[in-house]
């Protein structure tokens, strides 16, 4: 990586921590914390999705285990809750690595793997409801006690900068992985699993760090949900809400690019908030919102907001840009 | 000692027999020649050699060591490189990020892959294209980007599968200099090839399979005459009534 690599991500963040300095509104920094929170675990999809273009419908099996360990490392044993927000993202990545020896081992791609995926974060659910200590359908309590070596803060702005950490930290990540070995082999078992054998790519390796790597930001995203509401029932944690969620943002905002997923979450929740205000609230709208605009960008964008920002940069700096691709004569 | 001896090797799909009991060696430094009717068995084998599929029986060798059992990514990494016959482009990323899959093989830092891909794409004709994405390219710029993605592993063999097919007689010529190129470089080629001219220009020895099994073998003057590879392009008695018309060695 060159620092050009990191200067955009560095401008973003920087300005989106200012925010705080200019909004005081607790409603205001609500949404925006939750919209970073959605950003992040879109990241981990955008990883497996977006660059090795393995769509998973189930990655709330990942953000749900992620906000249980975080939540029951806390009240059961009586875990530092820094200790069991990393616990989480470990456990998380561990069922990312251990749902991804089962599927790509028996060779599960596209839609096959996708209803896996959707399969798992549901048995999960049901578990979560069912058993004891996670509190059953009742749900799981993290004890208020705001103190910032308990992970909590009397101020959202707090949150709100330790949420856009997490999600510096992954845009570094992801480009990191974009400019590396692994991310060319990602990409290429994502276009052609057949050619990347052939040029000596371990495709079922690939893959599990992938989904490794991917289930363990989601899994953040999960911890720091938890720990930002205190609350969590097997609904919130492992419910299809978050599958959603997770793969939406990147394919509204750019699949397999660094800011997609962060763009995406903006987008639309930027969107369905604007609309709950201009229409006072009717139920269920930000949902038509979510809908129209998936089914706007696949018709016209299909490569996402960062795609169009692409295309439209490029048609500004060379017009002519139609170049001849024949290959030149042998030499 | 071969680079590259296949024993016996067969492959069943169900009933089908594709390939039956071939036997085939490959010498170092040489462009050997695979050849055969369409449905003898010639891809099947390559797949076999590469690692695509495993053989119902026989051996696959290379410098000696049996490698029958290893996956198709470690047969690149011990030396082996193919290309398909049906081209099989990364679409999205441009030409020289194609390459660079296959260059990063052996080369972990970013920036010694990049400018490894580069020369090699310069090498095999593409030195112009290398920003454009790999799915604009006309068919002959695919089979060259295909090419060069299997030269960018270092490979000590190389499998052709029909990297002429579907090319003009120009386009041909231009391909068969840059084959040669990379024998002289060192590279030990296997080609699979439709285009007699080309497997008659380029290679020392021919193998011909005709219905899965090996049929003849030897240089391709003398494959040209041998009455059984006749026979099996043109079907029986094809040889005799050819002989008799004076015509066998056209």
């Keep these: 990586m060159t620092p050009r690599d990191l200067l955009p991500i560095a401008v973003v963040v920087g300005l989106l921590a200012l925010i705080p300095l200019a909004v005081t509104a607790n409603t205001v920094l609500n949404f925006l914390v939750f919209t970073l929170v959605i950003a992040l675990a879109a990241q981990g999809w955008n990883l497996l999705g977006g660059y090795g273009g393995q769509f998973s419908f189930g990655h709330a099996a990942f953000f749900g285990t992620g906000a249980y360990t975080t939540a029951i490392l806390q009240v059961a044993v009586g875990l530092n809750p820094y200790l069991g927000f990393a616990a989480g993202i470990a456990t998380g990545a561990a069922v990312g690595f251990a749902i991804g020896s089962l599927s790509f081992r028996s060779g599960l791609r596209g839609s096959y793997f996708a209803l896996v995926t959707l399969a798992f974060a549901e048995v999960l659910r049901i578990l979560a409801n069912a058993a004891a200590f996670t509190g059953g359908a009742a749900g799981k309590l993290i004890r208020l006690d705001v103190r910032p070596e308990n992970f909590q803060f009397e101020s959202r702005a707090v949150f709100y900068w330790i949420a856009l950490a997490l999600v510096a930290v992954v845009l570094v990540l992801t480009r990191a992985v974009e400019r590396s070995r692994f991310g060319a082999q990602l990409v290429a078992v994502r276009e052609n699993e057949a050619a990347a054998r052939a040029l000596g790519v371990d495709v079922l390796a690939v893959k599990l760090k992938a989904i490794t790597l991917s289930a363990g930001i989601t899994a953040a995203a999960g911890g720091f949900y938890a720990q930002y509401f205190l609350y969590l029932d097997a609904t919130i944690a492992y419910g299809p809400w978050i599958s959603v969620e997770a793969l939406l943002a990147p394919i509204i905002g750019g699949l397999g690019t660094v800011f997609g997923p962060l763009v995406g979450a903006v987008a639309l929740h930027g969107l369905s908030e604007l609309t709950k205000g201009w229409t006072g609230g009717v139920p269920g709208v930000d949902l038509v919102i979510f809908g129209v605009l998936l089914i706007v960008m696949v018709a016209f964008a299909p490569s996402g907001a960062m795609g169009l920002v692409r295309r439209l940069a490029q048609r500004w700096s060379r017009p002519a840009a139609a170049r001849d691709s024949r290959p030149e004569t042998a030499p | ?250």
């Design chain 2, 1 to 250: 000692m071969s680079l590259l001896a296949v024993e016996g090797a067969t492959k069943r799909f169900g009933g089908l027999v594709a390939v039956d009991g071939a036997s085939l060696t490959v010498e170092e430094g040489s462009i050997t020649g695979l050849i055969g009717p369409n449905g003898a068995g010639k891809t099947t084998l390559f797949t076999l050699i590469a690692g695509f599929e495993a053989p119902t029986a026989g051996r696959v060798l290379f410098q000696g060591a049996d490698i029958t059992r290893e996956p198709a990514h470690r047969r690149a990494r011990l030396g082996i490189a193919r290309t398909f016959q049906i081209v099989q482009p990364f679409a999205a990323l441009t030409v020289c990020e194609n390459v660079a899959v296959g260059a990063y093989l052996r080369h972990a830092a970013r920036a010694d892959a990049m400018a490894h891909a580069q020369a090699i794409a310069r090498r095999v004709g593409l030195g112009s294209l290398l920003d454009q994405p790999a799915g604009s390219l006309t068919v002959a710029g695919r089979k060259r980007l295909e090419l060069a993605r299997a030269l960018a592993t270092d490979p000590k063999l190389l499998l052709l599968d029909e990297v002429l097919a579907g090319l003009n007689p120009s386009e041909i010529r231009d391909m068969i200099p840059i084959i040669r190129s990379i024998r002289d470089g060192g590279v030990t080629v296997l080609i699979v090839e439709h285009v007699m001219q080309a497997v008659m220009s380029l290679c020392e020895r021919v193998t011909v399979l005709a219905q899965g099994r090996v049929i003849a073998t030897g240089a391709p003057a003398e494959i040209a005459r041998d009455p059984a590879v006749i026979e099996a392009y043109l079907g029986h008695g094809a040889a005799a009534r050819l002989q008799s018309k004076g015509t066998a060695h056209a």
